[in-house]
């Protein structure tokens, strides 16, 4: 069970929940989904999910978008995670998925610069395996265009989203450890 800070520190509403799933997974909470324009966000003083921003007509998110409980990155939010998968599902969906790989991106915003990496992860259940166990297995067409999803979404908001690279499950590994070391030195109640 998760041993880190009881509140909430912008992981997600199930804080309690650990990252790691076993056997190789992740906890995946499901904020935006597939096609939706309109992005949520979990407001923990409510404890429910909230309207964030309204897309301009025509763009939506092409997969499910959402966070790792019990993570931290280095925008102060849990970290960011793409689930990779034809389907969409609803905002609040915990899913178990595997890491297949990390879009690597700085942004800018207000002459701010930060990391603001994205994971790529395909969901599991007992009786679905995964279609991928590596991003360079995704159509590069698919991963070009996810990063131009970004481009345009940060630009609208003002910011500036650079795509610096690829890279496969080990780095999205160590994006995991990171971000639950961050998660668990946070004092408790920030």
């Known amino acids: 069970m998760h041993s880190g800070p009881p509140s909430d520190s912008g992981s997600g509403p199930l804080i309690h929940l650990p990252a790691r799933a076993g056997r190789g997974l992740v906890h995946l909470i499901v904020d935006t989904p597939r096609g939706s324009s309109q992005k949520y966000k979990y407001d ?56 297949i790989g990390v879009l690597q991106a700085e942004q800018r915003e207000g002459g701010r610069r930060l990391r603001n990496d994205r994971l790529l992860a395909v969901p599991v259940t007992p009786v679905n395996a995964p279609l991928w166990r590596h991003v360079r297995e995704l159509p590069r067409r698919m991963l070009d265009e996810l990063e131009q999803f970004f481009v345009g979404y940060n630009r609208i908001h003002g910011r500036q989203f650079e795509p610096l690279g690829r890279q496969g499950p080990a780095a999205a590994q160590r994006l995991l450890a990171a971000g639950m070391k961050l998660f668990q030195s946070k004092p408790s109640g920030t």
């Open 44 to 99: 923990p003083e409510l404890r429910s999910f909230r309207l964030s921003r309204v897309l301009p007509a025509g763009m939506h998110f092409p997969f499910d978008f959402g966070s790792i409980p019990s993570t931290v990155g280095a925008d102060g939010d849990g970290l960011d995670v793409v689930l990779i998968s034809e389907h969409s599902s609803f905002v609040g969906c915990v899913f178990e998925a595997r890491l």
